[in-house]
């Protein structure tokens, strides 16, 4: 059970901050996410596949939606462990950083900060395809308001910028998920979003035209989630509004979750499709290498260059899944 308490306690500390004073409230969250820290470690010492492979817990399903498939399923390997124990490691972090710098609404600005670290962390454990995109997508509403709220002089335009790019593309991503589910249904007579069963199908049963498609609407989202060249317009203008407790995030744990995505539904789900596409997002890496290495040459604002170095170093990445 201790993977639900670690998502636990990042929704309860943002219970208890709501119900705290405002100077109580950075404390808190201080004290909620060291213990979501301590409870990580803790996770990965018991984690028994460092080395070989394979899920953590086995079996741990609670049953949501059953007749549709929909099970609360937590679990990582060690890919996912890694990224979880990332987020338990620079949220503590981020939110002591914004202790001096927080001083307006300081009981909204750590409860979001603890919403937003659990959505991370469902979506990085999540064994079911839906738990992992609401989690995924959350991630968009307490960023949005820690931009929004408590960012730089052109932080409206910075917020709704990100907003839009990310959830759109969302939308082409869950349309692929849709339609593997539905042609599962139709060829077994089931409906799962279990990651695994869904993997399974869609990458021996679906035709090669048909996962070329799977393939483009789950990297459209991905994709903008990352970025990759050239879609990752909304960054640098996120990263220089935002406090910067949320760009500790943004650049440490957020941009992680489309590359997560790659590696964890795209290639697996559209084997082929992504056998197809290589070429083109390996030239998009290379690209990525060399113009944002350039871009970040002329940069005066610290926040700017982190931004495009990021993207500079998601061409590493993309070469690398490719």
Avoid at 181 to 205: E, N, P
Avoid at 234 to 241: I, Y
Wanted: hydrophobic share 55%; with cysteine; aromatic share 16%.
């Amino acid at each position: 059970m201790i993977q639900y308490l670690l998502l636990l306690l990042p929704i309860i500390s943002a219970l208890v901050i709501v119900l705290s004073s405002q100077r109580a409230a950075k404390w808190i969250a201080l004290i909620g996410s060291t213990a979501s820290l301590i409870v990580a470690a803790v996770f990965a010492v018991q984690f028994p596949h460092w080395t070989t492979g394979g899920f953590w817990p086995d079996l741990n399903t609670s049953p949501i939606l059953g007749n549709f498939g929909v099970d609360l399923k937590i679990g990582v390997d060690s890919v996912s462990l890694l990224l979880v124990l990332l987020t338990v490691f620079l949220t503590p972090l981020a939110i002591a950083g914004s202790f001096s710098a927080i001083t307006t609404r300081m009981r909204e600005y750590y409860a979001w900060f603890m919403i937003l670290e659990a959505s991370m962390l469902l979506a990085f454990m999540s064994r079911d395809i839906i738990f992992f995109y609401v989690g995924y997508e959350f991630t968009l509403i307490p960023m949005f308001f820690l931009i929004s709220i408590w960012g730089g002089p052109m932080r409206g335009p910075a917020a709704i910028k990100f907003f839009i790019f990310t959830f759109l593309g969302s939308v082409f991503t869950l349309t692929s998920v849709i339609f593997v589910a539905v042609r599962h249904f139709d060829s077994t007579g089931t409906w799962t979003f279990a990651i695994a069963d869904l993997v399974k199908f869609s990458s021996t049963q679906l035709s090669a035209r048909e996962q070329f498609w799977v393939f483009v609407g789950l990297m459209s989202g991905f994709a903008i989630k990352t970025p990759f060249f050239p879609t990752h317009a909304w960054l640098p203008l996120a990263h220089d509004q935002a406090p910067t407790g949320g760009s500790v995030i943004l650049a440490g744990v957020l941009l992680k979750l489309g590359t997560y995505g790659v590696f964890r539904f795209a290639l697996p789900m559209a084997p082929i499709g992504a056998v197809e596409c290589s070429t083109f997002f390996a030239i998009l890496g290379i690209i990525a290498i060399l113009y944002m290495s350039l871009v970040c040459w002329v940069q005066t604002d610290i926040k700017k260059l982190i931004a495009y170095s990021s993207v500079s170093h998601m061409g590493f990445v993309v070469l690398g899944l490719f």
